[in-house]
RNA sequence: GCCGACGUAGCUCAACGGUAGAGCAGCUGAUUUGUAAUCAGCAGGUUGGGGGUUCGAGUCCCUUCGUCGGCUCCA
């Protein structure tokens, strides 16, 4: 099986793997050359690239990255076979110790007993990999190396930091620069950007974390939460609003003084110690605890939009998808033992309503017990075993993200992409045996008895905050009518339309359109240049053929001229439009 | 929090250690315009903050805050 030509398999992520595993090969030895005293980590393929850590007895700077390439370039040029070869662990442990790659031998040690140890070599580098690889370096037709990051080795912030040198690889040059091009063009729809250009939103150096919603961003919030609302009551949901602060006492009860601390904010009312909530949930038991159920009552589903505050470490902060404070389109559920099944089902068919309304693809994970957990492993082995049987029974596919689960229970997570392919966890369902038991609630049984109750606490969009932001990337800012601050705008011709612009523009606003008039003192093509850039979905242009016949001239921001029409049958489409939310 | 990089006008970006500039946006005036930029003028800055080196710092050094790319973490 010859591998002449890796444009044929580089189709395959099989075949796109080798391909990019042998230039982080190419980039280990060109550093190797560059840096003697340097040591490797590893440096495998991954979506899109690859990288390959190290260890400098000097960090480099990235300035030093177009050297390192240049290396590449020669390794590339020297055709080097890639060749394959075993060792006994000795020999391979020997191997390393000599070469003072502690890291390596790290490796190989934790390697199982039967494992075989396999090598590559070109030219007078040497790597532990399982490969498969190339034939040669000259294979390689494209390359870039694309960051300079730090790494801990093996992921783990109690070892020491490494540097990560990414970067990516094509059969062509073209499909190099094409690749690079889509990154660009997926630049422009960074949430960040156009939260500036489109007045959505603002981080200022005075809330790191803490974001400012302007206007515009306001209109697409509220409008989210009208339609939240709007589908909750008629999935049976409830809505309450709970204090953003409440007693030390109250979160020591509820376990996350002793399991979420470290995330808490805390403050000082009258000598007494309160905290700023970082969950929802110890408010809605209060709700629920605030009087006597009946089965009959359950499942209960109580909503909350609720604003928490978590301090997240400094350098994890991401625009409107990381933040300090944000609201959750929150909800728990309290219901009997048996009746979890057919909840945990509901709310999935719930989340995959919204997501389809925005045309999101997501991702689903089911994470299981985390190291620091509350009650007992049966209970976290029953309760994931009801969320796993749901995700089987309707036949959704799912990862299994291990030890990721909440401290009071396990959840299954709806994973979005942002712009630049990185995925962010934005609808969650917990299943949760703990804080039932904690706060004592219970329900009077058929037997007139009391008993525990089980809750599920779940969101949809996770974060208003972090979801606004996909909505953003996701439409590139040019929102469907439903969503756009500015769904039309007026635009006389000269100051003699103004009167009629004034009364087109009066007219979209009682039927309670968000209408703008532009009376500036401006052309036309100004005019419809700037609606343009703002992404306004309609345009009404408006001269003397217009005023005479009582007509508005449409110009859609993607279909551009339509021609005129009414303006009562602009207004009743337009309506409709946004009616179905298209 | 950790590693690396970057902070100059509202935005995008210039300025060999030697008087901080441009385009767009803004303001004023002229122009009254038919589907992506009319013309002219004006104004706009303790170069993120603090310290230091130097005759002299946007530029070099230290420190701090913020942002960006990752790591860890997470809605």
């Given at each position: 099986m010859g591998y002449s030509d890796p444009a044929i398999d580089f189709n395959t992520p099989e075949g796109a793997n080798r391909y990019r595993h042998s230039t982080s090969h190419v980039l280990a030895q060109a550093v190797k050359r560059l840096y003697p005293g340097v040591k490797l980590g590893i440096g495998p393929a991954i979506e899109n690239g690859f990288y390959y850590d190290f260890e400098f007895a000097e960090p480099i700077s990235a300035d030093e990255l177009p050297r390192i390439e240049e290396e590449m370039k020669q390794i590339i040029k020297e055709r080097l076979p890639i060749e394959r070869h075993e060792m006994s662990r000795e020999e391979a442990l020997a191997f390393f110790r000599e070469r003072g790659e502690t890291y390596k031998l790290e490796l190989i040690n934790d390697l199982p007993d039967d494992a075989v140890i396999s090598f590559y070599t070109q030219g007078e580098f040497t790597d532990l990999c399982a490969g498969p690889h190339l034939e040669h370096t000259g294979q390689i037709k494209a390359f870039k190396l694309?960051?300079?990051?730090?790494?801990?080795?093996?992921?783990?912030?109690?070892n020491p930091m490494l540097q990560r040198i990414y970067g990516t690889s094509f059969p062509s040059e073209e499909q190099l620069q094409e690749y690079l091009a889509k990154l660009e063009e997926a630049k422009k729809r960074d949430h960040r950007k156009l939260g500036r250009e489109l007045d959505l939103?603002?981080?200022q150096e005075a809330g790191p974390g803490f974001p400012f919603l302007h206007n515009n961003g306001m209109i697409i919030w509220q409008e989210l939460i009208d339609f939240w609302r709007q589908e909750h009551r008629r999935a049976g949901y409830e809505e309450i609003k709970t204090p953003l602060i409440l007693n030390r006492e109250l979160w020591e009860h509820s376990g996350h003084w002793d399991h979420y601390r470290e995330n808490m904010y805390f403050t000082t009312i009258d000598g007494q110690n309160y905290a700023i909530k970082p969950m929802n949930c110890p408010g809605a038991m209060l709700v629920y605890r605030s009087r006597m159920h009946s089965y009959r009552?359950?499942?209960?589903?109580?909503?909350?939009?609720?604003?928490?505050?978590?301090?997240?470490?400094?350098?994890?902060?991401?625009?409107?998808?990381?933040v300090r404070s944000f609201t959750q389109d929150d909800a728990h559920i309290f219901m009997c033992p048996g009746q979890e099944e057919a909840e945990v089902a509901g709310v999935i068919a719930l989340i995959d309503r919204f997501y389809r309304q925005f045309g999101f693809a997501y991702r689903v994970e089911l994470s299981t017990r985390p190291e620091k957990a509350m009650g007992?492993?049966?209970q976290w082995e029953h309760a994931t075993a009801i969320l796993e049987k749901v995700l089987q029974d309707k036949g959704i596919p799912y990862q299994i993200n291990p030890g990721d689960g909440a401290f009071y229970g396990p959840k299954i997570d709806f994973h979005l992409t942002d712009s630049l392919g990185r995925s962010w966890q934005c609808g969650t369902i917990q299943l949760d045996f703990q804080m039932p038991e904690k706060f004592d609630l219970t329900y009077i049984g058929e037997d007139g008895q009391k008993h525990r109750p089980?809750?599920?606490?779940?969101?949809?969009?996770?974060?208003?905050?972090?979801?606004?932001?996909?909505?953003?990337?996701?439409?590139?800012?040019?929102?469907?009518a439903w969503l756009a601050p500015v769904q039309a705008v007026v635009i006389p011709i000269t100051?003699?339309?103004?009167?009629?612009?004034?009364?087109?523009?009066?007219?979209?606003?009682?039927?309670?359109?968000?209408?703008?008039?532009?009376?500036?003192?401006e052309k036309v093509g100004y005019k419809i240049r700037e609606a343009q850039l703002r992404k306004i979905p309609y345009m009404l242009v408006v001269g003397d053929r217009e005023q005479e016949a009582k007509l508005v001239a449409v110009r859609h921001r993607d279909a551009g001229d339509q021609g005129s029409s009414p303006l009562s049958g602009f207004i009743a489409a337009l309506e409709e439009e946004i009616k179905l939310k298209k």
């Open positions: 694309t960051g300079l990051a730090g790494a801990y080795w093996r992921g783990s912030e109690k939103f603002s981080l009552d359950l499942p209960r589903r109580i909503a909350e939009l609720g604003q928490v505050h978590r301090h997240e470490p400094s350098g994890t902060l991401h625009g409107l998808t990381r007992s492993v049966e089980v809750m599920i606490h779940r969101v949809i969009y996770g974060s208003l905050e972090r979801f606004l932001a996909m909505v953003i990337e996701h439409y590139g800012g040019a929102f469907p100051e003699r339309h103004h009167a009629y612009g004034q009364e087109v523009y009066h007219t979209l606003q009682e039927a309670s359109l968000r209408a703008e008039l532009d009376d500036r003192n």
